[in-house]
């Protein structure tokens, strides 16, 4: 039984919160918030303390891991005193909108030896984690394509999109995620191409509402990502993988499998999930299983710190690619 | 090259001229129909003869083949001069309304060895034709329950429906063909339900516009037809043929592979095809293929006019059953 | 919280010990089971009592409920005496395999004012439960024909199939029960025909391996049920509603939304759900919110003990026009 | 009724003739190819003139219309020739490998006023079509980023390749146009990136056999385009067209459809069709209408001349931003 605080007691917070609280292998021990009614509200719905401070976790010795859901801004400083103080780490992504923090941070904990993985939860939809396993499997051969699409049900408020460090960091970092992980290689060139079709106001920002991306790898497999801030029809989350023998989709799950037929239209599905949330469901619980079970093997759990940093360093190259019209060379 | 005549030049005898005409073993000689303009104007189209009689068409030794697609009352007089005139027959189903004529004209031409073949063209649909090929390769093994939905647009008018012999022999007397050719078997019972959901005017007429049918076969096989005589997202015409290694179905075919999402359904596939003339387009022009190769081969074309008395005894049967309320034994 | 007392630690007993204890809204209590170590074990996984008798639980005045999931022959005891002690029940399908004694049963029971749920868990499947909303909310206008396909993966031994009571009380129940469910209607006549297609075995037991059934409701709606002790490609659901403006099919979900294109076939998914347990995870906790609810608002639960003597009295019919080989009427 | 003279007897040439033969408004009267002994085979099967010669069709008044199906590099000198005596053209694609050549061919006929159409058949499709009608019709809004994907079923010899003027000239040139087709606007940056991932003989003649494009259009609109040489499981073209309110997708119809479900996979499709011939046979046939339509109306033939320069162009653009590595802007 793994003892967990968490720090960030909000909607993702709360998500965890439950999900650590029903696991069989885990306990949720403190939640900590810097909005003390927050952390109070949600530490006494799953008979846990509320703290307004990190240190006392720091200090409690019977405490295992920090599941950390705090906003991104904190999070290299709660992965720096977490990992000094010797607690395994299960980080929502981004590690930080800086790539530079980022870095000094790897630097202050890399000898700390405390497991950390960082929140990229589509690694363990069980869709998108069957079509890893299957390209693997050498179920369609040697992987030459990817074609990921990636679509947000509507665009956030304008004050959300000023801080967010530009749709790359904080959206499309997920989908260079999964190309690292569905391709395993390293990307070489990244060339990023945008629009804002949606929001007028990103344009002031440096920032666009519509992206689409070219990348390539190590071994010269082509990829392509669609990203937009709004999708009428849902939560929109696909990846093709075309390969030497053959073809793996990853198509948009469903609700519910319920299909209709009218004079207008046949065979109609039901709408997309609306959001994350309820879209990775499965997945935001099989990720915190896979955690619990690295610190159980004493396993290093994945996806690592390296790894999110290597999404972010895609992401400021995109970025770099959008603002001066050239591709990236990594 | 087959010369053909062809008797009867309403919407289904249109139909048969342009595929005739456009094939490149076969050439429209002559038109009839008992209104006279309509033969001319058809025969004109194609560059054939209009006639007022069959007479001139049963003289006529360069004549190969009569295609008949005149009204049902007409068929048996039809067929029993033309086989004895030695013409070859392709005439559209069903055969006629009475088993018992059907029974008389088989006694009469028996003897004439002329290849006759019955319009069932469902036979010849690319996907119809797939689903039974599959099954006779062993593809899902041996067959084991068969489920057949046939459902037509909209219903017919009161006045056709009057004399449309019932729903059974009218329609569902395909499905009854369908059974027969998908199974390789011959039915052993027969048991009908049918309600009025859609036109109360059916009642007084001892007909039905809803039925649900469950037969049996010779080794087993059980089977589901289900009826109806309108379906407001067009022609629903699929089968489902479940056997002990597999399913296969034959599902709907779409004029275009078009699909949409928007906000309220998702990947909507278009509209059906209107009914049977666009539905079928494929199974009449490889129907007329079949019987010319049978033609130039000297073989036998199926199905055959005892395929089509079979057909009928089953529709009777049905009929028997659904006013009876009882089964029938076969 | 309501207090649950389990009786039954079998396999399905285990299921839902684990959705009482996963449950914000319910504790398990006590575990009873007539092998005390199936008991022991599952009380101590989820913190509770193991009891050899049930008379500890019917005496502990803070428990609320039973959740009755022990061998079919004990239901009815259990449940009387659990109503006598003033218990809420839900318990598995079927009440028990004799009519005569469900209706004993009732007789003892209907005056006692517990609230009792059987546990036809597919209603609360939220593919079916969507289904079923619709078509109430009109979506597709007036039923006219229901189409249920009901396909076990694979047939159970011969030695539970002989104490099973028949395919129609052992399993096409449920598909009764959701016939009523979506049709809202009561049966007027059952038509039933069945062949050993599978297992030999069964003949001799006048028991069938494969089924098709025909019924009509009330108001002359018309429904087919096809059933199979086992289906090669996974555990087949599906449901279909012919409404006078369009249709809505209930189709199979998957495990996971890939699909696999390949140089024999294209758009493959993949198998379905291997059985009842995974295939309605989410309907049985959906089952047991709903009982749970029930018991909160003080409001009746549905289906209701009356729902699962009608289901059992189609399944008395089915049987009998399988052995008369003569519809049924009600 | 229209008179034709073909140009080219090869695989194509004899698709156009059985085409225009079937044609109740055109009849196929000369057939030129350099091979006479192929002339002569295709003009006897149609009961049309093999000739040696253009020069026979130019100087007959009574011929309308020239259907230019030879070589490529054939296509300018009989386009000019055809243009300066007066005759409709339909040439197919490409015009030429070298832009240049298009250029000054362009420049000798501009003053013809004859009506010139380009052969890319593929906005006659009927999915291709109606995606691009509903998106007119404001379907689904605004476009916002399209996707296609452009998969040959195999690679062609090593010999064809040479001479095919790379995978943009040869191949993606049918995508270009289907994007200037759809999004209705001009591009304005052209980035492509390419690896030899299926053939390595490629490298050396400056050619890939996997691409991947993305595009900017006027308005902003993004483009992604995938291209592969080899596609396993038939012939795959797709396109993914997402707007302002919703998503059309166009995909692969499939020769029958019928599904399977086995042990391993459910609900499979057919393969795909194999090549461009069963692929867009009704957007051959639908393209030569459109052609005589437009001869009978008076009205300028789509695609034009400059439709086909204008993808020429972007086929040039593409080459060179794969040479550069750097994107082309136009």
Known sequence: MKRFALLGAGRIGSMHASLISASENASLVYVFDSHQPSATALAEKYDA???????????????????????????????????????????????????????????????????????????????????????????????????????DPDIAPVEYLRHSGGIFRDMIIHDFDMLRFITGEEVTEVYAIGSTLISPELAEMND??????TLKTTSGKL??????????????????????????????PRPNAVSKSTEKTTDSLSSLDPFFIERYQQAYKAQLDSFITALQNGSSPVPSFLDGMKAQQLADAAQQSLESGMPVFL
Not at 108 to 122: T, Y
């Open 208 to 213: 666009v509402d519509s992206v689409m991306l």
């Open 49 to 151: 303390t509320a703290v307004d401070t990190i240190d006392i976790i720091l200090k409690d010795d019977s405490i295992d891991a920090l599941l950390i859901a705090t906003s991104t801004d904190t999070h290299v400083d709660f992965i720096i005193q977490g990992a000094l103080a010797g607690k395994a780490i299960l980080c929502e992504k981004p590690i930080d909108l800086s790539t530079k923090r980022v870095d000094d941070c790897w630097q202050e904990i890399r000898n700390c030896k405390v497991p950390i993985q960082i929140g990229f939860n589509r690694r363990f939809d069980p869709t998108h984690a069957s079509l890893q396993q299957q390209l693997k499997d050498g179920e369609v051969g040697d992987l030459q394509q990817l074609v990921i699409t990636s679509r």
């Open 223 to 252: 990829c392509h990502i669609n990203g937009s801030r709004r999708c009428v029809y849902g939560y929109d989350q696909r990846i093709e993988a075309f390969g030497a023998n053959g073809m793996l989709k990853s198509n948009n």
